[in-house]
């Protein structure tokens, strides 16, 4: 009985921080549609710029002019997922601003229901542009029900990894706001040789060994790997260290960021009120 009514509970204080952050993410219209609309418009320029690219080379690797549509799709499938990153510091620091966020914290609530609430509130507001960017990506190169549902498992090992990182930028956002821009300028050097948006054959040959010293490279290429391959067995045997890297990351960063956003608040609390 104690077991039940203790997942009631929790299960109770997940939902609220869903609902808050649903209606918080809903309240002004126009800011949601255009979200929507933003990473279509995003497509355009590159899909012109890489199409006269393509004409004076015929393919980069596995990529093409047939299917570098797939690679920017993606990309904006990764960038969707990755975007909660920020949704962790943002949503801290705008509840830190109305003073809202160290009563949540001190309430007899669980931080953990917190993280929780957060990722499955971001998770719902992403789904309508995620599923259409996956759709069409689908009328590019269709591929097996099974290579989809890895897909999915693997998209949601990488929401937790990113998810991690944000509790960790959350921590810094809410008791040490000085650090912040220092990490996140590190976090840019790790994005612009993730090859999220250019393939890695892109890289003159000494930024390709930077690149593969990245761990966001294995991370998205995998990904692109599971499309490409459509079958799941054949990526994992050519990639184990990509799954390991990616498996890992999603069980280890999401604690260790737990862990190290509660150390940082125990220790010096909510400061900039």
Not at 3 to 19: G, M, P, T, W, Y
Not at 87 to 107: G, M, R
Not at 189 to 197: A, N
Not at 215 to 233: K, L, M, T, V
Request: charged content about 10%; glycine content about 6%.
């Amino acid at each position: 009985m104690d077991i039940s009514k203790n997942i009631k509970d929790n299960l109770a204080q997940i939902f609220a921080v869903v609902e808050k952050d649903l209606a918080l993410s809903t309240r002004f219209k126009l800011p949601l549609i255009m979200s929507f609309f933003n990473p279509v418009l995003n497509l355009i320029l590159p899909l012109l710029v890489f199409g006269q690219i393509f004409s004076l080379k015929e393919s980069f690797g596995a990529w093409d002019s047939q299917n570098f549509a797939l690679y920017l799709l993606m990309a904006n499938q990764f960038f969707i997922i990755v975007g909660i990153r920020n949704k962790f510091p943002n949503q801290f620091s705008v509840e830190k601003v109305w003073k809202t966020l160290y009563a949540i914290i001190i309430a007899p609530f669980n931080r953990r229901n917190l993280f929780f609430g957060i990722f499955f509130g971001y998770a719902i507001m992403g789904a309508l542009p995620f599923t259409f960017f996956f759709i069409l990506s689908l009328f590019i190169k269709p591929i097996t029900i099974i290579s989809v549902l890895s897909l999915f498992i693997f998209y949601f090992f990488i929401s937790l990894i990113f998810s991690g990182i944000g509790l960790f930028l959350g921590a810094l956002a809410i008791s040490k706001p000085s650090i912040t821009p220092l990490v996140r300028f590190a976090l840019s050097i790790l994005w612009l040789f993730s090859c999220l948006t250019y393939p890695i054959e892109f890289f003159p040959k000494n930024f390709e060994a930077l690149a593969r010293l990245n761990p966001f490279f294995y991370i998205f290429d995998f990904g692109r790997a599971i499309w490409i391959d459509d079958n799941i067995s054949l990526s994992i045997v050519t990639y184990p260290f990509h799954v390991f890297l990616i498996v890992g990351g999603a069980v280890v960063l999401p604690i260790v960021g737990l862990w190290i956003f509660n150390l940082i608040f125990d220790k010096y609390g909510i400061v900039g009120y």
